[in-house]
T-cell receptor
C-alpha cells in the first residue's frame, strides 16, 4: 500500500537558518504530493503541492521538488522565521484513492529568536 | 467563504456514551472527507463522501462508527459506545470537484474518560 515517511522531530532552529524536512514515499501509479502545515490550535493548511515528476511547488518561501527517481519530496526554506514554528506534514494522493490523503507522521519545527 | 466548520471543538465523554460530531464543508464542495489524528501522528483517513454518497470507508471505521451526509451538504460522524481508544482529533475536509486540494476544518477533539 501507499506510505509516507518523514524525518522525526522536533527540529529546532535559530531564526534565519536553513530548513530541510525530508519526505519519501511509496505509492502505486503517479501520486500527487503535498505539504500541509498545522499551526498550534489550528487546522491543517495546504502549504504547497506538486502533481507530476520534476514539478516544484512553492509558497511563502517554502519549496519542494517532486523527485520520482528517489521517491522524495523534501521541504526547504532558506531563512526561517519564528512564525514558521509549526508541525509540517508530507502527504500524497494516488490516482485510485478518491483523492484521500495519506499522511506522514509530521515533523515539529521550533524556530527560536 | 467561511471555510470548513466543525462542531463542537472539544467533547469530553464517559466510556460507553454516544457522541456525534458535525462538519459543514465549504459551500458547493461536493467531496467531503473525515480523518482521525492521534497525538504525534498524521491524520488517518476514515471515510469519503461524494455529494450524499459514502463511497469509501476505512477499515479503521468499526461498526461503532457511522457517518452520514444527507442532501450532500453537512456531514455527521457518530461514535456509539465510545472507548478510551477513540480519544483523538477528528478532522473534516472538503474539496471541490476537479481540484485535488482539500480544505480542513479545525477539528473536534474527543476525550473519552
Amino acid at each position: 500500500g501507499n506510505s509516507v515517511t518523514q524525518m522525526e522531530g522536533p527540529v529546532t532552529l535559530s531564526e534565519e537558518a536553513f530548513l530541510t524536512i525530508n519526505c519519501t514515499y511509496t505509492a502505486t501509479g503517479y501520486p500527487s504530493l503535498f505539504w500541509y502545515v498545522q499551526y498550534p490550535g489550528e487546522g491543517l493548511q495546504l502549504l504547497l503541492k506538486a502533481t507530476k515528476a520534476d514539478d516544484k511547488g512553492s509558497n511563502k518561501g517554502f519549496e519542494a521538488t517532486y523527485r520520482k527517481e528517489t521517491t522524495s519530496f523534501h521541504l526547504e526554506k532558506g531563512s526561517v522565521q519564528v512564525s514558521d514554528s509549526a508541525v509540517y506534514f508530507c502527504a500524497l494522493t494516488s490516482t485510485d484513492s478518491w483523492g484521500k490523503l495519506q499522511f506522514g507522521a509530521g515533523t515539529q519545527v521550533v524556530v527560536t529568536p | 467563504d467561511t471555510g470548513v466548520s466543525q462542531d463542537p471543538r472539544h467533547k469530553i465523554t464517559k466510556r460507553g456514551q454516544n457522541v456525534t460530531f458535525r462538519c459543514d464543508p465549504i459551500s458547493e464542495h461536493n467531496r467531503l472527507y473525515w480523518y482521525r489524528q492521534t497525538l504525534g501522528q498524521g491524520p488517518e483517513f476514515l471515510t469519503y463522501f461524494q455529494n450524499e454518497a459514502q463511497l469509501e470507508k476505512s477499515r479503521l471505521l468499526s461498526d461503532r462508527f457511522s457517518a452520514e451526509r444527507p442532501k450532500g451538504s453537512f456531514s455527521t460522524l457518530e461514535i456509539q459506545r465510545t472507548e478510551q481508544g477513540d480519544s483523538a482529533m477528528y478532522l473534516c475536509a472538503s474539496s471541490p470537484w476537479g481540484q485535488n486540494i482539500q480544505y480542513f476544518g479545525a477539528g473536534t477533539r474527543l476525550s473519552v474518560l
